[in-house]
């Protein structure tokens, strides 16, 4: 199995550019998580969404971040406009409820930097 | 005050010496208790799952949970080079909605 797999692994922008953050989870897992982590504040969970639909989304830290799953094999993280707080490894994550142990499995992230 | 917290280190330990982490929690509701281990620029991944309170050994690692004092541990035995990474906590009330606490970075040197 390929894991999670997310895209861009490394992306520098300018602040107030729109930012899109990808992710595949892996097939036949109907969870998919995204968290933000940061030394500050560590990983937090943004949002999670249980067969394409999101579930909770008290985590997003504000309207300018946004994400869609728009079928089982994708979904997007938006962040509109990017700030330099924004910096941040982004992780997508999925699972399905009958896994052992709860294992969620994490991506490689992606490495966020807004100048 | 944070849901979980857990020391950030570093902690620096010769090779083959046992290595305790600690995270502390205030919501009684956590019934799940979870390791993960982040190797630099990697994602997390599981080391170590308890339910509620009580003791689960795997291999050289063992994970403690104290529900009456909010208190979780993960011990270490015989720690080598390549348990080198950073070492986080997660709770959960019983949902997908994991809280991790922020890591403790952990060096083993030979």
């Known amino acids: 199995d390929a894991g999670v797999i997310q895209s861009p692994r490394h992306e520098v922008t300018e602040m107030g550019q729109e930012v899109t953050l990808r992710c595949k989870p892996i097939?036949?897992?109907?969870?998919l998580f995204w968290y933000r982590q940061t030394m500050m504040r560590g990983l937090e969970l943004l949002i999670y969404?249980?067969?394409?639909?999101?579930?909770?989304d008290s985590g997003m830290p504000e309207d300018r971040f946004s994400a869609k799953m728009p079928n089982a094999s994708f979904s997007t993280l938006k962040i509109q406009p990017s700030e330099p707080r924004d910096s941040a490894v982004y992780f997508c994550?999925?699972?399905?409820?009958?896994?052992?142990?709860?294992?969620?499995?994490f991506g490689e992230g992606s490495w966020l930097t807004v100048v | 005050q944070k849901e979980v917290e857990q020391d950030p280190g570093p902690l620096s330990v010769p090779e083959g010496a046992i290595v305790s982490l600690n995270c502390t929690y205030s919501n009684s509701a956590f019934q799940y208790f979870m390791w993960y281990r982040q190797y630099s620029r990697k994602g997390p991944e599981l080391l170590m799952y308890t339910y509620s309170s009580g003791n689960k050994e795997d291999g050289r690692f063992t994970a403690q949970v104290d529900k009456s004092s909010k208190y979780i541990s993960l011990f270490i035995r015989d720690s080598q080079p390549s348990d080198s990474a950073t070492y986080l906590c997660a709770m959960s009330a019983g949902t997908y909605k994991y809280i991790f606490g922020t890591g403790t970075r952990l060096k083993v040197l030979a």
């Open positions: 969404f249980n067969n394409n639909v999101p579930i909770d």
């Open positions: 097939s036949g897992h109907d969870y």
């Open positions: 994550a999925s699972t399905y409820p009958w896994l052992l142990r709860n294992t969620i499995y």
